[in-house]
């Protein structure tokens, strides 16, 4: 089954630690996404990977942090610099192009104790 | 000038019923708006997307419509049914890849049985 796996589904943190959630497709898809699904915000970007070994921010990366090593990875570190990092993380690639449909994980729900 | 404004908030609709979104934008440039679905506790999938050179889109029960010279578009779906209960988010964009797609804020859809 080709997908997007996002790991772990839910995470806790204690303020002041970072925390990296996991991205993998298996899709072969050049363009990777992580995005902040915050009640009644809809969907943010945080950074993007267009192809291996380079990443953009997006609107919201203030606070995060990713790499692209591997076509099939893009993980997402949350630093301790990000104020309010309580949401859900959602990791999506498409395969480029403007009407490239985004195919997107199950996500991942942090929350700061 | 980048938003997409999306209402209402939520809807709920009797089992049968039309359910109607609506999204207004600003920018001229965009070009591409499609729809995406996503139920509780999973990332959101592509429903349905259109292009301005049409005013209407039809994919069995859902209906794109969309309007120009108004900069708007809807999502009607007919018939609604339980298991169309979810948020759905309308995005738009213009030129480049996927990073350029803005999302709405997101209406969270109830069908009552």
């Known amino acids: 089954d080709g997908g997007i796996t996002q790991s772990p589904k839910y995470l806790f943190r204690k303020e002041g630690q970072n925390v990296t959630l996991s991205c993998e497709q298996n899709?072969?898809?050049?363009?990777m996404y992580w995005y902040r699904q915050d009640p009644g915000q809809g969907l943010r970007l945080i950074y993007y990977s267009q192809i291996v070994n380079d990443f953009q921010k997006g609107d919201i990366a203030e606070g995060y942090s990713v790499s692209r090593e591997k076509k099939e990875s893009f993980p997402l570190t949350v630093t301790s610099a990000q104020k309010n990092p309580t949401a859900f993380y959602l990791c999506?690639?498409?395969?480029?192009?403007?009407?490239?449909?985004?195919?997107f994980g199950e996500g991942s729900r942090l929350t700061v104790l | 000038q980048q938003q997409v404004k999306q209402s209402p908030q939520s809807l709920i609709v009797q089992k049968g019923g039309i359910s109607i979104i609506n999204c207004a934008y600003e920018?001229?440039?965009?070009?591409?708006f499609p729809w995406y679905q996503q139920f509780p506790g999973k990332g959101p999938a592509l429903l349905i997307a259109i292009r301005p050179d049409v005013s209407e889109k039809k994919e069995g029960r859902f209906t794109i419509s969309f309007n120009k010279s108004a900069k708007q578009f809807s999502l009607h779906i007919m018939d609604s049914q339980p298991g169309d209960s979810a948020t759905y988010f309308c995005a738009a964009s213009g030129q480049g890849g996927s990073e350029k797609l803005v999302f709405g804020k997101g209406t969270k859809l109830t069908v009552n049985p």
């Open positions: 920018n001229t440039a965009f070009d591409y």
């Open positions: 899709l072969n898809h050049d363009a």
């Open positions: 999506a690639s498409s395969d480029g192009g403007q009407t490239g449909e985004l195919f």
